[in-house]
């Protein structure tokens, strides 16, 4: 694929081999001369930062459309037009937005490789490549029990995560308020792939079992009523209390940026991976691009995501 839109298009060979790339690329960086285009219309500090440090590392260079406000998408110019204009500016893209759908949108206007950094509440499979990466490194891929807690309707690491672990033997675990479940087409395509699946509400009966623990934020701003928010948020919220409960060698992950459901207490236990996970979308995201960008240039090397 010239393109990485949804982790639903990612085999387990095209993981493996971005996984494989990436855990020696910090010793032995392939060289690519190339220049890649940020287009962020929604806040981030890791997914952006990290690609730009990891074409940097390359040997390449960025270019940053800037802020919505700073661009002439304020002017009310569309996105087909943006990334139309942008591409030939640079050799990849790298694309986040606030609607669902839209970096595949976007993909159709451009021959240059993109990537979707997180469409609404759609998908962030770049993320995902470097969630298994902090998996595989803590815990292995095989044989695997993950509870996945938080807002799973909204939360596009969420849904890109749990489409990409079918392609391993793990048993998935879903913790949320009913309100805040998977949305029917992510349940879908789990069960199209026979995925091993559970839903909970609660986090106690089912956290002895885990081998990872992938939170994520419990979106206030989603909630008609703030009690009804105040009600939930405090179930999903990890101490070291709660983590009394769990295996030792529990692999705790957070996408980030997180509010209050990892408590500050809970950084220095050794289950806490969520730092250690964020820095790795540096080696990742390196070895993501430069497969996109020899891909691009008609090389034969490796297997393409
Ligand atoms: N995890 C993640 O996507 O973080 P940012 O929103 O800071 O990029």
Do not use: C, W
């Not at 802020?67 to 694309?95: C, F, I, P």
């Amino acid at each position: 694929h010239d393109h990485l839109i949804t982790a639903t298009q990612l085999s387990r060979d095209d993981i493996e081999t971005v996984l494989d790339r990436a855990a020696e690329i910090a010793d032995d960086p392939p060289e690519r001369d190339a220049v890649l285009g940020l287009l962020f219309f929604e806040p981030s500090t890791r997914t952006k930062m990290s690609f730009d440090a990891a074409m940097k590392r390359l040997g390449g260079t960025t270019v940053d459309m800037g802020s919505v406000d700073s661009s002439s998408v304020k002017k009310g110019e569309t996105l087909a037009d943006t990334v139309r204009v942008v591409e030939g500016y640079a050799d990849a893209l790298v694309l986040r937005h606030p609607s669902e759908g839209a970096a595949e949108m976007a993909s159709r206007f451009v021959d240059v490789p993109l990537v979707n950094a997180g469409d609404g509440a759609g998908q962030h499979p770049s993320q995902t490549l470097l969630d298994l990466y902090t998996i595989r490194e803590n815990a292995g891929l095989d044989d695997l029990t993950v509870g996945i807690m938080g807002d799973l309707k909204y939360g596009r690491t969420v849904h890109s995560l749990a489409s990409a672990l079918t392609n391993f033997d793990a048993r998935q675990h879903f913790i949320s308020p009913e309100s805040l479940q998977l949305p029917r087409s992510v349940r879908f395509d789990l069960h199209q792939e026979g995925a091993q699946v559970r839903e909970h509400t609660d986090l106690e009966a089912i956290l002895p079992e885990l081998d990872v623990l992938y939170v994520t934020r419990i979106q206030r701003e989603r909630f008609p009523d703030d009690n009804e928010y105040r009600a939930v948020a405090g179930q999903y919220r990890i101490t070291p209390e709660t983590l009394e409960a769990a295996k030792e060698d529990l692999v705790l992950m957070h996408p980030l940026p997180r509010v209050d459901e990892i408590a500050p207490e809970v950084d220095d236990l050794p289950q806490a991976t969520y730092f250690e996970q964020a820095h790795n979308g540096v080696p990742v995201r390196m070895a993501l691009l430069d497969m996109l960008l020899e891909n691009a240039d008609g090389g034969t090397g490796g297997a393409s995501p």
